[in-house]
């Protein structure tokens, strides 16, 4: 079992930044990759950003050169770092955590989320 502890979350106003974290706990060994993902009020949850224990990176079209993903494996913990903020980034963010078997997902991990509100 993995547990996620998300903090960060906060009221912004437009142009500004903030910065998410996720601190990942117990089989922590057994993750294969981490990431943020979001959910606004009548919207299916999006993916935000992703880094697998290799390093590599991805990022969702809207927030492509704003938002940027890191990880500090030494506190098991991952940063989303948003700058420019939009109204329209306004969301609950949820960290997730997730294993691979045979190369496919096999099982996630979600944290309880944290509400971002960037304000006009």
């Known amino acids: 079992q993995v547990q996620l502890v998300e903090s960060g979350g906060g009221l912004v106003q437009a142009g500004g930044s903030l910065r998410l974290s996720c601190a990942a706990s117990?089989?922590?060994?057994?993750?294969?990759?981490m990431g943020w993902y979001r959910q606004a009020p009548g919207k299916q949850r999006e993916l935000v950003a992703g880094i697998t224990s290799g390093g590599s990176r991805k990022y969702g079209d809207s927030v492509k050169g704003r938002f940027t993903i890191s990880s500090d494996n030494g506190k098991n913990t991952v940063y989303l770092q948003m700058n420019s903020l939009k109204p329209e980034d306004t969301a609950v963010y949820y960290c997730n955590a997730f294993q691979l078997r045979n190369g496919v997902r096999d099982r996630e991990y979600w944290g309880q989320g944290t509400q971002v509100t960037v304000s006009s």
């Open positions: 117990g089989s922590i060994l057994s993750i294969n990759g």
